[in-house]
T-cell receptor, first 113, second 114 residues
Framework: QQQVKQSPQSLIVQKGGISIINCAYENTAFDYFPWYQQFPGKGPALLIAIRPDVSEKKEGRFTISFNKSAKQFSLHIMDSQPGDSATYFCAASSGAGSYQLTFGKGTKLSVIP | GAGVSQSPSNKVTEKGKDVELRCDPISGHTALYWYRQSLGQGLEFLIYFQGNSAPDKSGLPSDRFSAERTGGSVSTLTIQRTQQEDSAVYLC????????????FGDGTRLSIL
């Protein structure tokens, strides 16, 4: 059972455009929703994260939108740059047990000049 | 300070051999996680250590997989009698203590089983 579904699998965006990646979750106990960025040969690095008490969080060009009733959250990258080309993973964890992260399958973003 | 350190960065071994993967978490971090990333897949939780508490082994895929954490710091993930489906990137993450986010990841060990 896949608890976090991520789409699309791949995304091609023109430089300066907006990249949008979506995730949906099933477990209502999840209370922490991070996005990780991964470059080839490197480990994932936290990009931005949100908790369900807010509907939106913005950090620079990156924004998370969160819809608790729909159990969905999304990442928006404004003014996308070639350096943003990477694989992006959404994840979720609950405030119980081991706090392990449950990941989506990733979105490979390519920003073309 | 230094980030999470994993070694080796790459490991190639023959089917049936045992392998050991090492993780050195960020100094002072008491929570340590192992994840597996298979080609085209997201990260899959394997095991969690918190201080001196019993580990959460609920994500280990089979009894061929085991892990230990000595002295509350360095951790070793051992895979016995490796199979081709064990080929993946094994990632370690740490956080200051139980429940703290975010988790900080190492660059992983890429394991290839021939």
């Amino acid at each position: 059972q896949q608890q976090v579904k991520q789409s699309p699998q791949s995304l091609i965006v023109q430089k300066g455009g907006i990249s949008i990646i979506n995730c949906a979750y099933e477990n209502t106990a999840f209370d922490y929703f991070p996005w990780y960025q991964q470059f080839p040969g490197k480990g994932p690095a936290l990009l931005i994260a949100i908790r369900p008490d807010v509907s939106e969080k913005k950090e620079g060009r990156f924004t998370i939108s969160f819809n608790k009733s729909a159990k969905q959250f999304s990442l928006h990258i404004m003014d996308s740059q070639p350096g943003d080309s990477a694989t992006y993973f959404c994840a979720a964890s609950s405030g119980a047990g081991s706090y392990q992260l449950t990941f989506g399958k990733g979105t490979k973003l390519s920003v073309i000049p | 300070g230094a980030g999470v350190s994993q070694s080796p960065s790459n490991k190639v071994t023959e089917k049936g051999k045992d392998v050991e993967l090492r993780c050195d978490p960020i100094s002072g971090h008491t929570a340590l996680y192992w994840y597996r990333q298979s080609l085209g897949q997201g990260l899959e939780f394997l095991i969690y250590f918190q201080g001196n508490s019993a580990p959460d082994k609920s994500g280990l895929p089979s009894d061929r997989f085991s892990a230990e954490r000595t002295g509350g710091s360095v951790s070793t993930l051992t895979i016995q009698r490796t199979q081709q489906e064990d080929s993946a990137v094994y990632l370690c993450a740490s956080s200051p203590r139980r429940g703290d986010q975010p988790q900080h990841f190492g660059d992983g060990t890429r394991l290839s089983i021939l």
